[in-house]
């Protein structure tokens, strides 16, 4: 019987070496050739998967966003009971350079949104990306309103981008050290204390 090959998978992999290439060389780096020597595959399985680098630079960006979810939904999930609170800082220390996996996200990252100033196809999906990200926390806000555990005047639709951002600003000066990723952290618990009304010891 032949191999049984999950081609998806294999897209998958090579978009891993995409990032682990563009962190570690940086985004200009990046090339079928490069990428098949990260993968161990040959350069023909690359051209098979993706025949031009923009194919496959457009397929790691939205691979990125599917292991950001991923990573997000395991964190969720180990957490007891978690509250309103507990599930939005969960969501944004996933989005910091806080730990090794979150450092090579926000490389890659930032990267694309260089490269997206001049590319049209970078900026739409990185738009896109945005706007996901923003309903899900303004629905989060919404419901933690609803269920009383803002404080009185905050209004959800102001604060949930406002700590979004908040965290991409961080996301810089976290990544070349200005920031350790505890006083990034802190940073966001503030606004969160600021935001949440205090819960019972």
Do not use: W
Request: glycine content about 6%.
């Amino acid at each position: 019987m032949p191999k049984q090959v999950d081609h998806e998978q294999r897209r998958r992999l090579l978009a891993e070496a995409v990032f682990t290439v563009i962190s570690t060389q940086g985004f200009e780096a990046v090339s079928l050739r490069d990428v098949a020597v990260q993968a161990g595959v040959s350069m023909g399985t690359v051209q098979h998967y993706f025949p031009t680098k923009q194919q496959m630079l457009s397929f790691a960006l939205s691979h990125m966003r599917e292991r950001v979810m991923s990573r997000l939904q395991a964190t969720v999930a180990a957490l007891r009971e978690p509250t309103r609170r507990d599930l939005i800082r969960a969501a944004t220390a996933v989005m910091l350079p806080v730990d090794p996996a979150g450092r090579e996200e926000a490389c890659v990252n930032i990267a694309f949104f260089s490269a997206a100033t001049v590319t049209p196809a970078y900026a739409e999906q990185l738009r896109d990306g945005y706007g996901r990200i923003l309903t899900v926390s303004v629905v989060n806000f919404r419901e933690a309103s609803r269920l009383g555990e803002l404080r009185d005047g905050i209004d959800p639709d102001v604060e949930a981008p406002a700590l979004y951002f908040l965290t991409q600003g961080l996301v810089g000066p976290t990544l070349v050290g200005l920031y350790s990723p505890d006083q990034a952290l802190s940073l966001v618990d503030a606004q969160l204390d600021r935001v949440f009304c205090p819960t019972s010891p």
